[in-house]
């Protein structure tokens, strides 16, 4: 455990903020505040311009490097015999297929924010596509997507991992946080971290789809599928709801061929070829927003201290490596400028990063932190929040900090 008081970190030394865990970033993001945060305008002056330019070829070669990935891995799961002693090779497939499959969640996600290509029919025929068969609704994740990138780390508008917090008032900000630590305490922080993990991984994604979970509560109890009661409508205006339908029938359609296929081909090969590596990519989703948009020393914001800039500022880039960041088209190390521009393409993300780094140093969040330490610490450490009096942050609190 850091103490604050020994950290080299740029928090005054007269400022003490008890229970945190202090991760690769050592604080820098608790020493922001809202005098550090530049316009719009400025950022976009430190921007080349042509980083801000779509080219639909440039688009497509990437959809084609990742078919062509993806289309050799499949041939490759062909030729593994669908039998039971096979089940740890069709385990290994899984994440290998699913880890490259990621790419096309990726570019559909590119195509939601427009930064895929100028035609936009194209792009959302694209989008469409791509997200159906991942039994993602396109246009419903738009619009909740679209609010987590306006409320980013905003404690009560946020769209996702929003976390709960100690004395938190159930209207405006999420209840629990003293229950919670209570858990951590009773379970011991290795049991907590694999728990996390687990309920993250391995159900985050469906449980947001269907509930809304880890959303702020000014949406409530949310669903992407049924845009009307018994859930909550907050987060479907109008014009949205039709959308929502609309994504439904994708979803649908997908449904219905792999019913028909395990109907051709049995139950086995389905599994192994498709649900396995679905699972895979929906863990790597919630691995990239989860690390993204959290860390032990990375507050979230209440109104009176939150901008969207800020927000966007409070993203978090890291080492995905070299063959990930291949595969994954740069999400997981140029997430800061996304956020700052979601319609900047992935191919143009890394020059428009090194920009912002540049310019903005003291601003700019990068955790050198390997991911898998990085997840294990957040999972351990990031229990729930506590609101610091007076200065609109919501601090990490873990019952841990006598123990290690």
Known sequence: MINLENTNS???SQKRIKNIQFSGLNGKALAIKMSDIPSMKAITEVVPRHCFARK????????VQSLAIQAVIIALGLTIPFTQAMIPVWILYAFVSGTTAMGFWVIAHECGHGAFSDNKTLQTIIGYLLHSFLLVPYFSWQRSHSIHHRFTNHITDGETHVPI??????????VGGEN??????ALGKTNYGLM?????????????????????????TS?????????????????????????????ALVLIGIFISGLKYGITPVIAM??????????????????????????HLSNSDFSFIRGAFLSIDRPYGKVLNFLHHEIGSSHVIHHIFPTIPHYHAREATIAIKKSFPKIYLYSPVPIHKALWN???????????????????????????
């Open 10 to 12: 740029s928090i005054s």
């Open 56 to 63: 639909t070829s440039t688009s497509l070669a990437y959809l």
């Open 165 to 174: 917090v100690i004395g938190g008032n159930g209207i405006s900000e999420k």
């Open 180 to 185: 919670e630590l209570a858990l951590s305490t």
């Open 196 to 220: 996390q993990l687990i309920l993250h991984l391995g159900f985050g994604w469906p449980a947001y789809l269907l509930t809304g979970s880890t959303g702020g509560p000014k949406y409530g």
């Open 223 to 251: 669903n992407h599928f049924w845009p009307r009661e018994p859930f909550s409508k907050k987060l479907w205006a109008s014009n949205w709801i039709k959308k929502v339908w609309i994504s439904d029938l994708g979803i």
């Open 274 to 299: 498709y649900i396995g590596p679905l699972l895979v990519v929906n863990c790597w989703l919630v691995v990239y927003t989860w690390l993204h948009h959290t860390d032990t020393d990375v507050p």
């Open 378 to 404: 957040i999972a351990c450490h990031c229990i729930a929040v506590k609101a610091e009096k007076n200065n609109g942050q919501y601090i990490w609190q873990n019952s841990y900090t006598n123990q290690e």
